[in-house]
Nanobody, 119 residues
Framework: EVQLVESGGGLVQPGGSLRLSCAAS????????MGWFRQAPGKGLEWVSG????????TYRDSVKRRFTISRDDAEKTVYLQMNSLLPSDTAVYRC????????????WGQGTQVTVSS
């Protein structure tokens, strides 16, 4: 059974940090591209960041560049999203996803973890 389980969300003040984790099982994690997405209240799903298999390249949406860092540990079958300098606009449910190649769609999805940035 394929599973992607996110953790690490919570309530944080503006300017604070959180580290999200996504633990994978049931598929060949190391050969998959991994991504993070988010959905804010009343808004659609938006892509946040991606990392290639082997971690050769990473990409970010403009609004999170220089604040968020994506990484992966293939031995632990886990992908991370380090989020610094958080803004209220970062409030959303964050989900991880897995894609077999860069040109394909995301095949597997996690349920998500809530991140709330508020004073």
């Amino acid at each position: 059974e394929v599973q992607l389980v996110e953790s690490g969300g919570g309530l944080v003040q503006p300017g604070g940090s959180l580290r999200l984790s996504c633990a994978a099982s049931g598929f060949a994690f190391s050969s998959y591209l991994m991504g993070w997405f988010r959905q804010a209240p009343g808004k659609g799903l938006e892509w946040v960041s991606g990392i290639s298999s082997g971690g050769v390249w990473t990409t970010y949406r403009d609004s999170v560049k220089r604040r968020f860092t994506i990484s992966r540990d293939d031995a632990e079958k886990t992908v991370y999203l380090q989020m610094n300098s958080l803004l209220p606009s970062d409030t959303a449910v964050y989900r991880c996803a897995a894609a077999p190649t860069a040109g394909s769609g995301y095949t597997y999805w996690g349920q998500g973890t809530q991140v709330t940035v508020s004073s």
